[in-house]
């Protein structure tokens, strides 16, 4: 389920205004799987509507997971403090479960010093073809994948990126804020379907709603997997680099696209209930 790069083929079906989704199918929704960078925040930031979205999500039942490529040391502190149920970090590699308890790596890693020690040779390996690119401030919190900052690259170089890291026997993987050095197979879907067996048995898939805005929250617009996902608004900017294209999209991008979807599922709730 990992996103090639190499073969940019549009989805044939276009993402449907999140307006024109059925109020019965909002209302059955139980837990919220959601990135972090581009959808939950704005220009880089909580701002105080989002963390409010979140609150009343709470206190209404509906459990949230974020699902982020940020770095585990970052998320670990990051998802204690925020009103969401638990989080997995580096796209699918760990699982930080409710209530502070121990992290789950997610990604089967024999020996996880050697396994940093390969990632850091893979991405000097890269340096010598772009010497441009530059380790991320947080990439020394990591355990499962090495990043990079996107910064200015281009599709045309993202592109070779991966060829070479799939030639070194890695997978690759972006977002609007880095890029990503992991173990093959590794992925937010992987790692979501892994965590929904295991700690949410039981959410049927109808219950649950994926919602991302970047390349590597593909895998979480798969509907033979999440048969509704939701893309805020700026996820169309990536529209001809996705094979998969979510189900539906909101008007609003960013953190005030995800107040628009939790606006809706907790006004479908309400009319469940009068």
């Known amino acids: 389920?990992?996103?090639?790069?190499?073969?940019?083929?549009?989805?044939?079906?276009?993402?449907?205004?999140l307006s024109e989704i059925a109020s019965t199918r909002l209302s059955n929704i139980r837990l919220i799987a959601t990135d972090m960078d581009g959808t939950l925040t704005r220009r880089g930031k909580f701002t105080v509507g989002l963390l409010q979205a979140l609150e009343d999500l709470a206190a209404s039942g509906i459990k949230v997971l974020i699902i982020t490529g940020r770095s585990s040391g970052w998320v670990s502190g990051l998802s204690s403090l925020m009103p969401v149920q638990c989080a997995i970090a580096e796209n699918g590699g760990l699982f930080f479960p409710p209530d502070n308890q121990k992290p789950l790596?997610?990604?089967?890693?024999?020996?996880?010093?050697?396994?940093?020690?390969?990632?850091a040779t893979t991405?000097?390996?890269?340096?010598?073809?772009?010497?441009?690119?530059?380790?991320?401030?947080?990439?020394?919190?990591?355990?499962?994948?090495?990043?990079?900052?996107?910064?200015?690259?281009?599709l045309d170089e993202l592109k070779t990126l991966e060829n070479l890291c799939q030639e070194m026997g890695w997978g690759f993987t972006y977002s609007n804020v880095q890029c990503h050095i992991k173990p093959q197979g590794q992925d937010k879907a992987v790692g979501l379907l892994?965590?929904?067996?295991?700690?949410?048995?039981?959410?049927?898939?109808?219950?649950?709603?994926?919602?991302?805005?970047?390349?590597?929250?593909?895998?979480?617009?798969q509907q033979d997997y999440?048969?509704?996902?939701?893309?805020?608004?700026?996820?169309?900017?990536?529209?001809?680099?996705?094979?998969?294209?979510?189900?539906?999209?909101?008007?609003?991008?960013e953190g005030e696209g995800f107040c628009?979807?939790?606006?809706?599922?907790l006004k479908s709730l309400q009319l469940a209930k009068s």
Not at 126 to 142: A, C, G, M, W, Y
Not at 203 to 217: C, H, M, W
Not at 260 to 265: A, D, K, Q
């Open 226 to 253: 999440f048969p509704l996902s939701v893309g805020v608004a700026n996820v169309l900017e990536y529209a001809n680099q996705l094979q998969h294209l979510p189900a539906y999209v909101t008007k609003f991008s």
């Open 260 to 265: 628009e979807l939790s606006s809706y599922i």
């Open 105 to 119: 790596v997610l990604t089967p890693i024999p020996d996880l010093a050697e396994h940093r020690q390969h990632l």
């Open 123 to 154: 991405f000097k390996q890269l340096q010598t073809k772009f010497p441009q690119i530059q380790e991320s401030t947080d990439n020394r919190f990591r355990i499962t994948d090495w990043t990079f900052d996107v910064a200015d690259l281009n």
């Open 1 to 17: 389920m990992s996103i090639n790069l190499s073969i940019p083929i549009k989805s044939s079906i276009n993402p449907t205004p």
């Open 194 to 221: 892994q965590v929904l067996r295991e700690y949410f048995p039981e959410y049927s898939p109808e219950q649950i709603v994926t919602v991302g805005d970047s390349p590597n929250d593909e895998s979480l617009f």
